[in-house]
């Protein structure tokens, strides 16, 4: 059974950083993307940002491309995403996500599996 755990979340002033941390275990898959999906109150999740655990791949939204860095330490299965100069538009439940493969962040129904999510507000 696949557990995610995250955890970094909290809240900060625009401009500040954050990061987030998810601690992945009983993923079997040989090849599956790893990453970060968001909601906000009302509105649709959204891809953020995800990483391969074949090579490393990326991808990354375009509202926080340059912003925001995913990476993994997979002796410690565990995925960051550090979000520097955030903004209170970023602010949202942010949900780590497993997904066989390595879908592209707007193919939402790929992404099976799915931690409790971890809020993280941006005040202005």
């Known amino acids: 059974e696949v557990q995610l755990v995250e955890s970094g979340g909290g809240s900060v002033q625009t401009g500040g950083s954050l990061r987030l941390s998810c601690a992945a275990s009983?993923?079997?898959?040989?090849?599956?993307?790893i990453g970060w999906f968001r909601q906000a109150p009302g509105k649709e999740r959204e891809g953020v940002s995800c990483?391969?655990?074949?090579?490393?791949?990326?991808y990354y939204a375009d509202s926080v491309k340059g912003r925001f860095t995913i990476s993994s330490d997979n002796a410690k299965n565990t995925v960051y995403l550090q979000m520097n100069s955030l903004k209170p538009e970023d602010t949202a439940v942010y949900y780590c996500?497993?997904?066989?493969?390595?879908?592209?962040?707007?193919?939402?129904?790929?992404?099976?599996?799915w931690g409790q999510g971890t809020q993280v507000t941006v005040s202005s």
């Open positions: 009983g993923i079997t898959f040989d090849d599956y993307a």
């Open positions: 996500t497993v997904a066989e493969g390595f879908p592209e962040l707007t193919h939402l129904g790929e992404y099976n599996y």
């Open positions: 990483i391969s655990s074949s090579d490393g791949s990326t």
